[in-house]
T-cell receptor
Framework: AQSVTQLGSHVSVSEGALVLLRCNYS??????LFWYVQYPNQGLQLLLK??????LVKGINGFEAEFKKSETSFHLTKPSAHMSDAAEYFC???????????????FGQGTILTVHP | GAGVSQSPSNKVTEKGKDVELRCDPI?????LYWYRQSLGQGLEFLIY????????KSGLPSDRFSAERTGGSVSTLTIQRTQQEDSAVYLC???????????FGQGTRLTVV
């Protein structure tokens, strides 16, 4: 079964500081991995996705994530936080496998990012 | 419309009543998902429709919950005999299927009083 664990339900950083949101996955087959962001009172939108083409993935708003198979991780980073980055971030996994689970998205518990001046 | 549309946006219902939540996916999207988002609980998977395949219902929390997708397009999530613990935001998403990006609606906020 596939699963995702996000370490840290809340992360607080200063404006201009590095943002690091952690995500570890569990799957028995090659995963596709996603990061979504949810701004207050809005739906989820895709930040970036890993589809096995390149291990370092760049997304919108200056975010990027690196797939590390040996560590089963897909951590999200941004070199310099902006106040507008304050939101909840979700890591998700989808499996490249057949059957009824093909394409099913499983989400982590989410990490709330707070950016303070 | 251009995006995933959910209705109603807000629903207040009395305990014990049945409710229906509607999702209009993006045209041409073969996959449709329902999730539930409760405060501090993250995104809880409910059900997944993929084309003409049998849906993955493994996330439905009880037999009071059911969902259907008519004609491969619109989906309705039905909750019978609602309980206060059903209060949450119910999110619908659709995708082109397989391992493509899912697009989310704005959700239906359900409050059971």
């Amino acid at each position: 079964a596939q699963s995702v664990t996000q370490l840290g339900s809340h992360v607080s950083v200063s404006e201009g500081a590095l943002v690091l949101l952690r995500c570890n996955y569990s799957s028995s087959v090659p995963p596709y991995l996603f990061w979504y962001v949810q701004y207050p009172n809005q739906g989820l939108q895709l930040l970036l996705k890993y589809t096995s083409a390149a291990t370092l993935v760049k997304g919108i708003n200056g975010f990027e994530a690196e797939f590390k198979k040996s560590e089963t991780s897909f951590h999200l980073t941004k070199p310099s936080a902006h106040m507008s980055d304050a939101a909840e971030y979700f890591c998700a996994v989808s499996l490249e496998a057949g059957g009824t689970s093909y394409g099913k998205l499983t989400f982590g518990q989410g990490t709330i990012l707070t950016v303070h001046p | 419309g251009a995006g995933v549309s959910q209705s109603p946006s807000n629903k207040v219902t009395e305990k014990g009543k049945d409710v229906e939540l509607r999702c209009d996916p993006i045209s041409g999207h073969t996959a449709l998902y329902w999730y539930r988002q409760s405060l501090g609980q993250g995104l809880e998977f409910l059900i997944y429709f993929q084309g003409n395949s049998a849906p993955d219902k493994s996330g439905l929390p009880s037999d009071r919950f059911s969902a259907e997708r008519t004609g491969g397009s619109v989906s309705t999530l039905t909750i019978q005999r609602t309980q206060q613990e059903d209060s949450a935001v119910y999110l619908c998403a659709s995708s082109l299927g397989g391992l493509t990006e899912a697009f989310f609606g704005q959700g239906t906020r359900l409050t059971v009083v």
